[in-house]
């Protein structure tokens, strides 16, 4: 995991080890589904999923608690109902 400063505690993830290997070399590794590396995560940590491809992304759903952010969504989607 590294701090990024303004935006969070993060954690790298690759979809495959060539991946891994071309970010960090010769490492070991860990290999586990999402879902389930989802669940093992703290709330607040980010997953930055393949961070040197031009296709990375970032999963943001574990960096706010899911009780906040039901209420954001809700909060935006009333917004939006009054817009209309």
Not at 26 to 48: F, R, S
Not at 56 to 84: D, F, G, S
Request: charged content about 25%.
């Amino acid at each position: 995991m590294v701090e990024v400063e303004g935006r969070g505690t993060w954690t790298f993830v690759f979809s495959t080890p060539q991946r891994l290997a071309a970010h960090y070399g010769d490492c070991g590794l860990y290999a586990t589904t999402g879902a389930d590396l989802l669940e093992q995560l703290p709330v607040g940590i980010g997953v930055m999923l393949d961070p040197d491809d031009d296709h990375r992304m970032p999963i943001l759903n574990r960096m706010v608690p899911p009780k906040i952010l039901a209420v954001v969504r809700r909060r935006n989607a009333e917004q939006q109902e009054r817009v209309w």
